[in-house]
């Protein structure tokens, strides 16, 4: 099984799914955004290979377990990454959400406003949206809409299953 990338709109579920996925299918989750102290020795190479030597970086995470799932908040600048990525033999997704709900669900998570960086990703999102669908194809998935999580577990492993 290739190793799975869960990229997108922030509070759109993809941390809560690769948690899923390691406590109920038998798969490493990297959460790329976490605190290292909290995460597999591979967010360390990460850290060290992001943004060139990526492709060390996945060959690594082929031999060390078969399951893999990376979670990331994914800032907008890296989305020429993505097609690099996929032809390393990694399974790219991109969580997609309405942004008002998803801005509303993080502040609710996160306990105030996106402010900063995080402020900088919700802004570049809703300006860029439209880009993502290409990129991304039958590996966009909406996750989110204005009535709250449209995607349950059992579906999303389905889809990245297949």
């Not at 998570?109 to 439209?130: I, T, Y």
Request: charged share 20%.
């Amino acid at each position: 099984m290739n190793p799975i990338l869960i990229s997108g709109v922030p509070a759109c579920g993809k941390t809560s799914f690769g948690d899923y996925l390691r406590d109920n299918h038998g798969f490493v989750h990297i959460d790329l955004e976490a605190r290292p102290e909290r995460q597999h020795v591979l967010h360390t190479l990460w850290s060290r290979a992001y943004p060139n030597g990526l492709g060390s970086y996945f060959s690594e995470l082929k031999k060390i377990h078969p399951k893999i799932v990376m979670t990331w908040g994914f800032p907008y600048g890296c989305l020429p990454l993505i097609p690099n990525i996929q032809q390393m033999g990694v399974d790219c997704w991109w969580f997609d959400g309405d942004m008002d709900k998803a801005e509303a669900e993080w502040i609710k998570r996160e306990g105030h406003s996106p402010s900063g960086v995080a402020r900088q990703q919700f802004d570049n999102l809703r300006v860029h949206a439209g880009e993502f669908p290409a990129i991304y194809g039958s590996r966009f998935v909406r996750t989110l809409d204005k009535s709250g999580y449209v995607k349950s577990y059992a579906e999303l492993q389905a889809l990245v299953s297949s």
